[in-house]
């Protein structure tokens, strides 16, 4: 069993970057796939990004592609999503999940995921 922790959420101005970490309790952590999802006031929970259990292959939401990344660390049981050239539209609860077994075509679906986080609140300010 993985239970995700987030850290890193807060108020960042337009343009500015931000790094979430998600520490995942285990043992297991490496055998899992680890996803990031963000749900904004009055709006449905999204799929953000996704990696791999060995980090191999990274997955993106057409709007975050290009200016957001997702990493894992193994050794420290983390993964992370690096956020840059932050727009007000991204801010959002974002949640940190956590997959074992998840296929390429779940892997960006919320049913991928067996596990959540409590989620940290970003807030970009224009």
């Known amino acids: 069993q993985v239970q995700p922790v987030e850290s890193g959420g807060g108020l960042v101005q337009a343009g500015g970057s931000l790094r979430l970490s998600c520490a995942a309790s285990g043992r297991t952590f490496s055998s899992y796939a680890m996803g990031w999802f963000r749900q904004a006031p009055g709006k449905d929970r999204e799929f953000v990004a996704a990696?791999?259990?060995?980090?191999?292959?990274?997955y993106y939401s057409d709007s975050v592609k290009g200016r957001f990344t997702i990493s894992r660390d193994g050794a420290e049981n983390t993964a992370y999503l690096q956020m840059n050239s932050l727009e007000p539209e991204d801010t959002a609860v974002y949640y940190c999940?956590?997959?074992?077994?998840?296929?390429?075509?779940?892997?960006?679906?919320?049913?991928?995921?067996?596990?959540w986080g409590q989620g940290t609140q970003v807030t970009v300010s224009s």
């Open positions: 990696i791999g259990w060995n980090g191999d292959k990274t």
């Open positions: 999940a956590a997959g074992r077994d998840t296929g390429s075509y779940f892997i960006t679906k919320e049913r991928g995921y067996e596990y």
